[in-house]
């Protein structure tokens, strides 16, 4: 069958791969358009574009999917099916109605939970146990279609969103190749949402990031963890300046400590929570790549009493 595929990220590669890999023919991949880095000079491909130019196929980069003249393009393909990872747009009636059968959504969550930009982000900082990805038929609501299929994955007590999001990404790539075989062929039975247990995933912002200490270890560690690799936990440092945090340790046997104060205890630099202390593995002060947080500490000579979070 004359497959489109439509994504962004790294996450989106695995499935892109093995649509190639499939006896199904990708006949164009949409993709952002290139974006600056962060030093703002240079145009970088997205990982999609890169891994499509590898395999030689066609190209687009629309900076509008509603753009008729882009809708057109392809609609000109004749195109059975599309498939989308992670693109980055919301796509537009018109545009779902340019391919034959419809176009088939990968989500990372566990439809109807976590409908919406950061699911994965959202489940590790709520404490969900499990996880997972559906595949689901693309309509005009977010992430309300049809489901097709799902694969369940269990939430780790040390993932950080960024792994979930890697194990995710390759487990769900055969789970979308056999939703294109299914919704292709006909064998497809999509299964409508209930509206019961419906819970929404916005995207992260910088505040969602910023670390509250005087909320207990475990929401601590949750918080950190669902914020990294992206946008990055963070703290204000004793002077006011601000640090990057890797994922904690909660330390359920040291003594308590007022939130945010930092201390040296045998070795690892503790900071204080509203419940037991955490503690941090590296940081990295504004300027500067992550550190130990051991070797941080020793540098910084702090006086006592210092804490994090206070500006």
């Not at 992670?86 to 059968?101: F, N, P």
Request: glycine share 10%.
């Amino acid at each position: 069958m004359r497959v489109i595929f439509a994504g962004t990220p790294d996450v989106a590669v695995p499935s892109l791969e093995a649509l190639v890999a499939s006896p199904h023919e990708v006949v164009a991949v949409i993709t952002q358009p290139d974006a600056r880095g962060r030093r703002g000079k240079t145009l970088h491909p997205s990982p999609v574009k890169v891994a499509a130019e590898a395999h030689g196929l066609p190209v687009f980069t629309p900076v509008d999917a509603k753009d008729p003249a882009f809708i057109a393009d392809i609609a000109a393909l004749d195109a059975d099916c599309a498939a989308v990872v992670a693109y980055g747009q919301i796509l537009k009636e018109d545009l779902l109605g340019a391919v034959r059968t419809g176009w088939i959504n990968l989500h990372f969550s566990l439809l109807p939970t976590w409908r919406g930009a950061a699911p994965v982000q959202r489940s590790i900082m709520a404490g969900d146990e499990f996880t997972g990805a559906s595949t689901f038929v693309l309509e005009k609501g977010l992430d309300t279609g049809p489901v097709i299929g799902t694969l369940t994955e269990r939430i780790r007590p040390t993932d950080t969103a960024g792994e979930l999001l890697d194990r995710l990404a390759h487990a769900g790539a055969p789970l979308l190749v056999n939703s294109v075989d299914a919704l292709t062929s006909g064998q497809a039975a999509p299964v409508a949402q209930t509206e019961d247990g419906v819970s929404y995933a916005a995207k992260l912002t910088r505040d969602d990031a910023y670390v509250q200490w005087e909320r207990p270890s475990h929401f601590v560690d949750r918080q950190i963890r669902g914020c990294t690799p992206a946008p990055g936990a963070w703290t204000t440092l004793p002077d006011g300046s601000v640090a990057k945090l890797g994922p904690v340790v909660q330390v359920a046997d040291a003594a308590a400590t007022v939130p945010g104060q930092l201390r040296w205890d045998d070795g690892k630099v503790l900071v204080g929570t509203g419940t037991s202390p955490v503690a941090l593995s590296t940081i990295a002060p504004a300027g500067k790549k992550p550190m130990d947080a051991a070797a941080w500490w020793r540098g910084a000579r702090l006086p006592e009493g210092s804490a994090l979070g206070e500006a």
